[in-house]
């Protein structure tokens, strides 16, 4: 902003956090995480097996029952695609010296890919399709961040 | 498809930090179209705005811009995405027969907010925001690397699509000044500060302060009050879904299916000979590619191979497209005036000879998830 402008920078005279509930599926999901181990489901239409489990299928249009089609998932899966970034991701002005390396990881038997981070990588070692594998938590909590990456195998 | 025409348009000139507020700017565009048009505020029967409440810091953003909006005890009513899709609702309201004139802006001032953190309230928030690795930048560089890999594209074959549009900036008046450089190489666009490996700096199309409108009338109004009208023949809107791990991030599906339904409305069956101007809304220098292909203007792949440049086998994004200048809520409207500008014959410095068809884009969400496609004809 130019020198001259009078800013108001508004941080808000209330706080209202939203609490959003992470529902049935992703709920089964997480409580698998917390133990190391992936679960997913898939559509009994088109078979397709989705990471984290999803309640609807979109393409099919039809509801994946809660107490049906879970597949118990492997914690290894191919590396799709990949990017390297040196800014947090969620501030662009915020520079971090090391690189943050992800990568978009197709879970064995799943039809999508979920974006995680790869450790232990130098970014030239990095290649779309090697084969990729879980590091887990040291504690997990069950939320998105007890897989702490994906490793080279 | 029963014509209508745009009998009107103003677009303010770009700024990444305006030296004037919002309404002010908002007043500008609305004025500006009423003016070009030489019609009165009591002739507009509907107001549409495109704002966006997380940009402008507040709920119900558009109870703020009632005055200066033109909507002062008018019809009027928001949509929440991209400019050019409040362009499908003013043609809709317009189609309905219950509206004779349509006023629609767009905009926004990216310097009053980070623009990058606020598109991280776009992602799934149990799964992904709490990781906060998905944003607008990091998809963009899923995508331009699933693009190099698939078709074995280079990085200075995109980066050259970036040289051609911040040259073609340089022509355009309203362009942002930081968009606009004749004297760019590619060598400096990949050598400019890394965003996502593969996109860089001056890969990206930088958001910033704007805003712009455009006033629609159903045929026979619009020929009573300009002799220069712009018919909108065809549209379509199409979007893919949301996880990135379930598209192809190196083409765009949606755009296929906008393009699709538009050209049959336009009676357009060979695009790549039949549209003169394409005015598209590329976030990054891939995406151009990815949307020209998805349109049929090139082959899958061959994007970088056409001479897109003015003139050109092709002429896509003359004014510089996104890249030279992206108000968020504002920028796919800007491609409608701009495609509408080179139509009349007034896109002076980059005008493209005897531009009779044109398809004007806008999009929104995380790798052009969501498509519209405009086409639109001269004369009358």
């Known amino acids: 902003m130019s020198e001259d402008k009078v800013i ?11 609490n959003f509930w992470v529902g049935r599926y992703l709920d089964k999901f997480l409580d698998n995480l917390e ?7 898939k559509c009994p239409k088109c078979g397709d097996v989705f990471v984290p489990p999803r309640k ?60 995680y981070k790869l450790l232990n990588l130098k970014p030239e070692e990095i290649k779309t399709g ?7 938590a040291e504690k997990p909590k069950g939320d998105p961040s007890d897989i702490k990456g994906f490793v080279k195998i | ?7 009107g348009y103003y677009q303010v000139k770009l700024y990444s930090d305006a030296n004037y507020g919002r309404y002010e700017m908002i007043f500008e565009a609305v004025r500006g179209a009423i003016d070009m048009a030489g019609l009165k505020k009591k002739d507009i029967s509907t107001v549409i705005s495109c704002t966006n409440d997380y940009y402008d810091g507040r709920t119900i953003s558009n109870c703020f811009t009632v005055e200066v909006g033109g909507g002062y ?4 009513s928001k949509v929440e995405m991209d400019g050019a899709h409040a362009v499908l609702y003013g043609l809709m309201r317009i189609l309905s027969g219950n509206h004779k004139l349509a006023l629609v802006w767009g905009g926004s001032m990216a310097s009053c907010f980070p623009y990058h953190s606020t598109r991280l309230f776009e992602t799934d928030p149990t799964w992904e925001r709490p990781l906060a690795y998905v944003n607008d930048i990091t998809s963009a560089g899923f995508q331009m690397r699933s693009y190099m890999e698939k078709y074995g594209v ?58 712009a409108a455009i006033l629609l009338a159903p045929e026979r109004l619009a020929l009573k009050i300009t002799d220069k009208p712009v018919w909108i023949t065809g549209v379509g809107f199409s979007q893919e879904p949301y996880y990135l791990g379930d598209r192809n991030l190196y083409e765009s599906k949606s755009m296929e299916l906008a393009g699709k339904t538009a050209f049959e409305s336009a009676g357009i069956k060979d695009p790549k000979r039949e549209i003169d101007v394409a005015e598209l809304f590329e976030s990054y220098a891939h995406e151009e590619l990815i949307l020209a292909e998805a349109l049929g203007l090139a082959e899958k792949g061959k994007g970088a191979n056409i001479n897109s440049e003015i003139n050109g086998d092709i002429s896509i994004n003359p004014s510089g497209g996104a890249t030279s200048g992206n108000p968020p809520c504002a920028t796919g409207l800007i491609r409608v005036i701009e495609a509408a500008r080179q139509l009349r014959g007034e896109a002076n410095g980059y005008q493209v000879n005897n531009a009779k068809k044109a398809v004007a884009s806008g999009q929104i969400g995380m790798c052009a998830q969501n498509n519209i496609l405009f086409v639109l004809e001269g004369g009358n």
């Open chain 1, 35 to 41: 133990n190391k181990k992936l679960v997913g489901n």
């Open chain 1, 56 to 115: 609807i299928c979109g393409k099919c249009n039809i509801t994946i029952p809660i107490d049906q089609n879970w597949v118990d998932l492997p914690d290894t899966g191919i590396l799709k695609n990949y990017t390297i970034t040196p800014y947090r991701v969620n501030d662009r002005t915020d520079r971090k010296a090391k690189d943050l390396l992800l990568g978009m990881i197709q879970i064995d038997g799943s039809n999508t890919a979920i974006v």
């Open chain 2, 154 to 211: 280079s990085a200075e074959e995109i980066a050259s699509v970036a040289v051609k549009n911040r040259k073609n900036a340089a022509r355009n008046p309203l362009a942002l000044a930081e968009a606009q450089n004749v004297n760019i190489n590619v060598k400096e666009v990949l050598a400019s500060d890394i965003y996502a490996d593969p996109v860089t700096e001056l890969m990206v199309a930088q958001p910033c302060d704007g805003v």
């Open chain 2, 1 to 7: 498809m029963e014509k209508v025409g745009i009998v």
């Open chain 1, 130 to 136: 090697m084969k990729v594998k879980i590091e887990w």
């Open chain 1, 8 to 18: 108001v920078a508004n941080k808000g005279m209330v706080r209202a956090d939203f």
């Open chain 2, 73 to 76: 005890m008018t019809d009027e």
